[in-house]
């Protein structure tokens, strides 16, 4: 990380960081990936493979059932199996800390490897995707060999080899952090533990490296860095990329945490929680004395389930409205109680779309208004691609873009006080790819904030300003209506989209009812091949667009490209309604999403052992050389929106080249063979970075 690129030899400074599932190394270095990896591994996998298959059959056969509860069963036994297998790996064969030579410890290697693999293949839904409510993963980071301290602890984020993670009473770890204890290269393994002591508190979408110590009441910043071996005292701030000491706080390791509140939270949360069970269970129950099966029942027990959630949360915040405020909770216990409850019901029963974003870009602005949030109209569809906690301290003018896995964040937490104050993004704004906004800002009408930029507490842009960077600084003047103007809906816009997608669906369905007839499979088995069929000729018509009807290269606005825009826009209609489940939010096994870029038309050979652990937009324009690597939630953007319009340009990543965790690669980017970019940097349009070189920061510069 930063500070190991400053103090090791030239040699060893090509880090791959394995936050995405099987490394990659660059390909003069042989060894990387040996007989053990294509011999032992697939043994492993499909032992477990068969075992849950066998488990499925044999409960089918005892009580013959729906396709869904033999599925259910299945991805049950697998989830259990991989976990004891692994506990069993972990007790006979533990790991240990330090740095291990490849050659000379080739099985401690491997063992992280197989560890590593089986976690993002057969538990990637809650390993990497996080799809559990955060008060739950404590218990499935536990499961995994945590050392997870007692009490209610909030994991918004993703915890890597949690085996070497401790994270103790009261420690609060923010939304989409980070937490890595491993650094891998072509060469080493390093495996150093990291903790995270009572109290403290990791900011949201921050990335901690190996062998960092938090000490306790300490706190690290939103979208900080924190490079390898780093040691924070306890009660101290730091920020930044990389994270730096930036000043002192009252230590909060023995006061207790707004985050919980005491008895409220162990007796009023639990009623109301169950009270909401109960009636979408017995919403479900009526259902299923209808004659519904297991799949359509639960389906409608989750329907009920979120309209009721809906439906309480609006009225809690009618009848006990949130103000903004600085509240700390010796002061204001009911309040600081209010915004938990609030939130453990959104995180809880909402979680897929509050937290996760499983919702079509088209369908998340509604979402966000039933829960409060202010979305004027007019100025037609904006683009909704990230995400807003707290929608009820968020407002959003006409014609606002929230850019691809941006983020609203109206609340911040210390140690013992809970802030609140709206965010505001005025008409015609534009928040980039991948950037935060804190409590309090406001980002003015026509201003733009950059891709991975961090808009700090109170910060307030002034209408049509550029601002870029963590934190975010002025950096130009925008091109007055280029930017949202390609997200302006228009007649032949609604037209084309709604006729492609109703005649896609149309067609899979006819071919769902056609298997029905010869198959006569249930609900959830016809629905699997509805989607099957649906993903399958959404790629072909996204193939003959392509090849018939592209993009070309270039800089296009909805003046003078108002083509090309439309195109665009169009093609990317498909992929984050239809696909946006694999192609926005990366619900496939890293080992698998190669393939999927492939279809989409990436430039990668299948011939060689690919993780990509980011996510890939427009994956045509991208060419991954062989054994690159892209790692834990980073992006590669070949078409950015900026004050010009669209830009669309190609990314081309060499061989053995390495993008680290949350790094954001912009159109025009060539990396060169063997070279190396640091988690949390961005590297801007146009940019090329020599082989062999090491980059990093907002704007990612050389760094050696």
């Not at 991989?82 to 080739?106: D, I, K, N, Y």
């Not at 007692?150 to 085996?163: A, E, R």
């Not at 301290?393 to 896995?405: C, N, Q, R, T």
């Amino acid at each position: 990380m930063a500070a190991s690129f400053a103090r090791t030899p030239r040699r060893a400074r090509r880090r791959l960081n394995p936050g995405a599932g099987p490394m990659a190394k660059p390909p003069s270095s042989p060894g990387f990936f040996t007989w053990r990896d294509y011999v032992l591994t697939p043994l492993v996998e499909l032992a477990l493979l068969a075992l849950s298959a066998g488990a499925a059959i044999a409960l089918h056969r005892w009580r013959p059932s729906e396709f869904f509860v033999s599925a259910v069963v299945f991805y049950g036994t697998l989830m259990a199996s991989t976990a004891a297998f692994l506990a069993a790996l972990r007790r006979g064969w533990p790991f240990e800390e330090g740095r291990f030579p490849v050659r000379e410890r080739p099985w401690i290697f491997y063992r992280w490897k197989l560890h590593n693999f089986l976690c993002m293949t057969n538990l990637f839904l809650h390993y990497q995707n996080s799809l559990l409510p955060p008060p739950v993963r404590k218990f499935f980071s536990r499961w995994l060999g945590a050392r997870v301290g007692k009490g209610l602890i909030s994991i918004g984020g993703l915890t890597v080899d949690p085996y070497l993670i401790d994270i103790e009473e009261g420690a609060l770890i923010g939304h989409e952090a980070l937490l890595i204890p491993n650094e891998v290269s072509a060469t080493h393994l390093t495996l150093r533990r990291i903790r995270v002591q009572r109290g403290a508190v990791v900011g949201a979408r921050c990335v901690v490296g190996p062998g960092v110590e938090i000490g306790a009441g300490a706190m690290v910043k939103a979208m900080s860095w924190v490079p390898e071996g780093t040691r924070i005292l306890p009660g101290e701030v730091w920020g930044g990329v990389p994270a730096k000491k930036m000043g002192e706080g009252a230590p909060g390791g023995d006061e207790g945490s707004c985050f919980f509140t005491g008895w409220r939270d162990w007796v009023l949360t639990p009623l109301v929680e169950t009270g909401l069970l109960i009636l979408a269970g017995t919403g479900a129950w009526g259902v299923a004395r209808l004659g519904a099966g297991v799949f359509i029942t639960s389906i409608s027990f989750y329907v009920l389930l979120v309209a009721a959630t809906l439906a309480f949360l609006a009225g809690l915040r009618a009848f006990f409205p949130f103000r903004e405020g600085a509240f700390r909770f010796s002061e204001h216990p009911w309040v600081c109680y209010r915004w938990n409850l609030h939130g453990f019901l959104c995180i809880t029963n909402l979680f897929l779309q509050y937290q996760n974003g499983l919702l079509p870009a088209p369908v998340r602005r509604w979402f966000c208004r039933l829960l409060g949030a202010r979305v004027r109209a007019g100025g037609g569809m904006r683009s909704m691609s990230g995400l807003i906690q707290d929608p009820f301290f968020a407002a959003l003018g006409p014609g606002s873009v929230i850019a691809h896995d941006a983020l609203l964040l109206p609340h911040a937490l210390t140690s013992d006080t809970l802030h609140l104050r709206r965010v505001v993004v005025e008409e015609g704004a534009v928040i980039g790819p991948r950037a935060l906004v804190m409590p309090g800002a406001r980002v003015g009408a026509g201003a733009r904030v950059g891709a991975l930029s961090l808009v700090t507490t109170g910060t307030e842009i002034p209408p049509g300003e550029i601002w870029r960077g963590i934190p975010a600084r002025p950096s130009g003047q925008a091109r007055p209506g280029a930017a949202t103007g390609v997200f302006r809906t228009e007649g032949r816009d609604v037209l084309w989209s709604a006729g492609l997608l109703v005649g896609l669906m149309g067609a899979a369905a006819g071919s769902a009812f056609a298997v029905r007839g010869i198959w006569a499979p249930d609900p959830f088995a016809g629905l699997l091949v509805f989607y099957a069929g649906l993903v399958v000729l959404t790629l072909g018509v996204l193939k003959i667009m392509r090849t018939v009807w592209p993009v070309p290269i270039g800089v296009h606005d909805s003046r003078g490209g108002a083509v090309a825009v439309f195109r665009w826009r169009l093609y990317g209609f498909l992929c984050v309604t239809v696909l946006f489940l694999h192609y926005q939010n990366g619900l496939l096994p890293p080992v698998f999403r190669k393939v999927f870029l492939w279809t989409l038309g990436a430039r990668v050979s299948l011939a060689d052992v690919l993780s990509v652990g980011g996510t890939v937009l427009d994956p045509h324009r991208v060419s991954l050389g062989r054994l690159a690597m892209l790692g834990l939630d980073s992006l590669a953007l070949p078409v950015d929106v900026t004050e010009e319009g669209i830009v669309v340009g190609t990314v081309d990543i060499g061989a053995g080249a390495a993008v680290g965790p949350r790094s954001v690669v912009s159109p025009g980017v060539v990396i060169g063979a063997g070279a190396t970019i640091a988690p949390l940097s961005h590297v801007e349009r146009g940019t090329r970075v020599p082989p062999g070189e090491t980059w990093a920061g907002v704007p990612a510069r050389r760094v050696s």
